[in-house]
């Protein structure tokens, strides 16, 4: 059964097989609207742009390329796509994979060939984290490839809980209240970057892969760093919802509702020139928002109980 997110136990009646395609068929119906929903939030594409969609071989990637064709055919403006993978020259990587799914796609594709392995192995010791010199390579790289393939916007495949993984992440080991944005403007300044999975939840695209039986490639130099403080970020917040079903979405859309003055960055919020204005204002001297929390519960934090009194 390749739908592999329904029942182990179910066998495969009539019944089951007419809820699978209705599963699906609402699943196909959230990601179109979830990532068509971002792209007009965002403004993310506009009439003319070449999209360079970057492909890596996992699911999100595939997902992405997979949901930006489906908008490509009902958007009413036109723009064109072409997928880039970059091979890093891996052992034992399968590099006919990709452009073999790419070719039954009728995709226009480019295969980059650069050896980042050999670079990220010669001058990361044994143990250490990878990701940060991998993806300072790829990003130069992708930036080439972009200004010869004349594309003007490049997607990537990050989602949902990736953008929340990256706030924690930023909070617990930067100091920052600092996200992924769902677009910006690429280091160099001569791109636009944008992120057509932020409203798409992980799962989601799990469902999706397994549904698409896309060609999964595994990534050899980061897929087994399993102490990765990103890797630590998502068990986290996978158990948090998985306690406190909805708390991911609640969270995720925190972060689409900032209120510079009931935080602490004087940057943001002019605090040393604030003054009475006679005027009451709702939210004056409020930090808990109480009438739209649950009813009188405790919530546990790591290393932290917070109980709503009264």
Known sequence: MSVAWIEETEAPTALNTAKIERETHKLEKRLCR???????????????D???????GGKDSYGMLDILLKMQQRAPISFSIVAVNLDQKQPGFPEHILPEYLKSMGVEFHIENQDTYSIVKRNIPEGKTMCSLCSRLRRGILYKVARELKCNKLALGHHRDDMLQTFFLNMFFGGKLKGMPPKLTSDNGEFIVIRPLAYVAEKDLIRWAAHRQFPIIPCSLCGSQENLQRVQASKMLKEWEKQYPGRAETMFTALQNVVPSHLMDAKLHDFKNLKTTGVPDDNGDKAFDEEEFPPAQSVDLPGVQVIQIG
Do not use: F, P
């Open 34 to 48: 979830q990532v068509g929903q971002a792209i007009m939030d965002y403004n993310m594409i506009e009439e003319g």
């Open 50 to 56: 070449r999209v360079m969609v970057c492909m890596s």
